[in-house]
């Protein structure tokens, strides 16, 4: 622990006993009210000289009757400090402030948090063990999408990447905080984290001792936009793919970076924290460093927003309490109920490749072949991710700065997001808090708990036959419960009703084609035997 | 070993030795010549009092130059008895017999060998370590299919079985001895292998101290049918559906059957040798057991044919030397190389599901996944079996006697079977004797050897794309030597020449489609560069 990191803790400490007290003391401001999980933000007037963002350190702690949260504030620039605080319970909240200046210090004041608005179901969290549901109860299945650049685009370019998500079927991105230089990726982006002085040389990443505001001011806007069309940010803090030296600088810096992020994003009730894309190939770090920066977040974020770092050959250790959830490159879906069962946390398939045609064996599925991996996520008790990756023309290997969905963003020419749009709305259809595969399925199939009737048999059960073609099976079905049938093509998009309801074994005759599936959705507990 | 074990043994090496001038001693009987890899066929007449299945032993010492080869001989029903000999060298060769009937003993006498008929290059055996050849060092590829239960369902449907067989892609023909009592499998068939008495249960084996003659005339007749037309038998000799109690008798009655089947089969040159199918779904026998009679099997076949055992989900110990390959099922390619690693010996994938539409997971896949399952199983160096089950009509799960091509033969409807004759031609016209899958591959391919310079660099490299569809990839083809280039789609069945020869790193631009396949043949060694 440095001494700010004492500073701080003390007197959060101090804070957190004597707030109320504090809170009455001093006059409160009179700030507009805010909407549940929306954030409050609290400006104050501070110093600009010497290094504000290493001098001074300002944190403030949130009331609500028996309850103290402390966040991070952070100097804005100029003289500019901000503290961000996100309320997650409705009524008046007393704030007040602890600084090493006297000027940012002891600043309280009141606001009220009101209904949330309309749509906003607040930050995503664990739920029903590997399951994810809003802090409103809300049920969230993660369908996610990669673009890993592409708020280094500039305002056009990004702007038709929020026109797509805002109609696509994406609810989460995959997007990294720190620009990226990879195979087609070799442009410089308009914002850069450190503030560059003219002539500053490509390699270095600038002065590391300060943040440059506008960077993070960039992201933000980003991360509102994100969250005005419902879409997850899974923030990834830190990616092998460099060439301005932000990925190797020492422990401390990087801890700094850290506080400073989540200072400024975690009142956001769209972040998600991904420590690290392919942790493994940072080779200047070992794990137990990327273990002690998820240790940083997880210390630091008031609201404990979900938290996972993703590896390319060597997979983290997901059963530490370091991470909420597994974030995982690979398809192989026949070890989902072993990690399931080792982890006891939700499991994110978020590198499964790609739709696209680049030369790159992660690069080219087919549109098909995507959409299966999709199915055999979520029927696995899994959620996936996409992402895509289509070459313009067949020579743009050698062609810098080709747009590439899975970077940049822009526009989705692949087939699978419509079947992914479908398979969303279908799931989101079930009235369930999510599917959990089935042990020792002969056949795959997911089962989810009914919304009425949790502890009964199941409310939905979801099949999903890929290269299998029976024309007719006998399904399981629970006793004592009724279903009605569908049989669901996945990539025509169609949902085909069966006549009548069903309980226990119920033979169904089949199309006989293959990745074809069956929604049974119970519509009541089976009429008892009358005796 | 039993009394008449041990007389034979005692017989056969005093025979050894003495066989020259045994030779020698008798008139020579006037025999016409045989073909080498046919059956020469030594027809004795003794006693039918008794029972001389159990009680007359023979056999006879074939010897050519400095070669002597011991065989059992067999009763046949009424006064015959039979010796059968499968030469494999041209020339005059000599036998002489040996009995515990002085009837039966020392009958001597010669025959020539001539050239093998036109298209049969004799039994294959294990070549190259990991692939097959027959005796004449022509490589085989198995191309195999399944008909358990084609011999027991009356000759107009063996008949049509055999037309199918005739015209279709297949070389090898996985088929049980014993008829089959299976779902689908409920008919009696028309021979038994052991005598039934008026009257005996069906629950009953028969008389299991004698052989039923009939049975095996019929069997040799659709062993000798599938050698015409170039098909091997892979004689299934126990297997678990049953109903008959054929495969619930002692150790000493299956002993004897094996013996005797031995004695019967083995000089038929296309019969291959499969212990069981799902050995591990006899309930009545342990491992041990299995391995026991597979030394039967091994001790007394004087051609050592190809021999393997199959299981249902313990894997058999396939480094044994008991076994010359193995037969699994499964289709994990993954595993190949390790397995291949392990065993060293080929793999035959014999089930890898069916193309179908049954309602049981093995049995209805598309026949595009039954290619692609092919085709993986070669570019893995390992070789496929294939299978067919379409009802004809859907309720026919509860129909008794639906016939299915992969019990009952018949005609085939699947859309596999072309496509599996495209791949056979094309690895055949590949003049290599076998593709080993190369190490980590990034595509899965597979390499052979070039038959005019087996040390040099590969003659042909096989990829196979699988789901990926790269618009473009660069080939690491070896340095040093030129190869012509063809790009194939295995579903279409078209083979497009790339224009020009290449070497080392060689770019080409694809089909944006999945499933698709490259072939690299070797046109010549690169010219040495001038100096």
Same mark, same amino acid.
């Given at each position: ?6 500073? =701080? ?30 954030? @409050? ?65 002891? /600043? ?23 399951? @994810? ?26 702007? =038709? ?18 620009? $990226?230089?990879?195979? *087609?990726?070799? #442009? ?43 879409? !997850? ?23 700094? *970076? ?18 690290? #894309? ?19 977040? =997880? ?18 250790? *997901? ?9 995982? !490159?690979?398809?192989?879906?026949? !070890? ?16 499964? !490749?790609?739709? +696209? ?16 991996? @999709? ?25 810098? #700065?080709? $747009? ?5 963003? +822009? ?13 969303? /709305? ?36 979801? *099949? ?15 006793? +004592? ?16 009703? %069966? ?7 119920? /033979?169904?005759?089949?199309?006989? $084609? ?14 008892? %035997?009358?005796?």
């Amino acid at each position: 622990m440095n001494r700010r990191e004492l500073l =701080q803790l003390t007197s959060a400490a101090a804070l957190t006993t004597f707030a109320p007290a504090i809170a009455e003391a001093v006059s409160p401001t009179n700030h507009p009210a805010t909407p549940q999980y929306d954030a @409050f933000e609290l400006v104050l007037e501070g110093p600009s000289s010497g290094n504000p963002f290493m001098d001074v350190t300002l944190s403030a702690t949130f009331t609500l009757d028996h309850r103290a949260v402390t966040v991070d504030g952070f100097y804005d620039g100029g003289t500019t400090y901000r503290v961000r605080f996100m309320p997650d319970t409705i009524g008046q909240w007393s704030y007040a402030t602890t600084s090493n200046l006297p000027a940012l210090s002891s /600043k309280s004041g009141t606001f009220t948090c009101t209904a949330a608005r309309a749509g906003e179901h607040g930050p995503v969290a664990v739920a029903r063990t590997r399951h @994810f549901a809003h802090a409103d109860g809300t049920p969230f299945f993660p369908f996610g999408t990669t673009c890993y650049a592409w708020v280094h685009q500039g305002a056009p370019y990004e702007q =038709q990447t929020l026109d797509t998500l805002a109609y696509g079927p994406f609810n989460k991105i995959r997007m990294c905080i720190f620009p $990226k230089s990879y195979e *087609y990726n070799h #442009n410089e982006p308009e914002f850069y984290p450190f503030p560059r002085a003219a002539g500053t040389p490509i390699s270095s990443p600038g002065d590391t001792t300060r943040f440059d505001p506008a960077f993070f001011h960039h992201l933000e806007q980003r991360i509102t936009d994100l969250r005005a069309i419902g879409v !997850q940010a899974d923030l990834i803090l830190f990616h092998p793919y460099d060439r301005w030296g932000f990925a190797t600088l020492d422990a401390e810096t990087h801890g700094r *970076y850290l506080r400073y992020t989540v200072a400024r994003l975690a009142a956001f009730s769209n972040v998600w924290w991904s420590l690290a #894309n392919e942790f493994d190939l940072v080779r200047s770090k070992t794990t137990a460093d990327f273990t002690n920066l998820l240790h940083i977040v =997880q210390r630091y974020d008031p609201y404990q927003h979900m938290r996972s770092i993703h590896y390319s050959h060597t997979m983290y250790d *997901y059963a530490s309490p370091a991470v909420t959830h597994a974030s995982i !490159q690979t398809y192989d879906f026949a !070890q989902a109920p072993a990690w399931l069962a080792a982890w006891n946390k939700p499991i994110c398939y978020d590198e499964m !490749q790609y739709e +696209g045609d680049l030369p790159s064996r992660w690069g080219n599925l087919t549109g098909q072949e995507m959409t299966r991996r @999709f199915w055999l996520a979520i029927v696995n008790g899994c959620y996936p991710t996409h992402g895509e990756t289509f070459l313009t023309h067949p020579d743009a290997a050698q062609t810098d #700065n080709e $747009k590439i969905w899975w970077s940049h963003g +822009g526009k989705l020419s692949g087939s699978s997001p419509a079947r992914i749009a479908f398979l969303r /709305k279908l799931l989101e259809s079930m009235n369930t808090s999510g599917l959990d595969a089935s042990p020792n399925p002969y056949y795959l199939n997911a089962t989810g708990p009914s919304a009425s009737d949790p502890k009964g048999p199941p409310g939905s059960i979801l *099949y999903y036959m890929d290269q299998h073609q029976p024309v007719q099976y006998i399904f399981p079905l629970p006793e +004592g419960a009724s279903y009605k049938a569908e049989i669901i093509d996945p990539w025509e998009m169609t949902i085909t009703p %069966v006549e009548g309801t069903h309980t226990g074994k119920t /033979k169904l005759i089949l199309p006989k $084609k293959p990745a074809q599936a069956l929604r049974f959705t119970r519509v009541r507990t089976a009429d008892p %035997v009358k005796g």
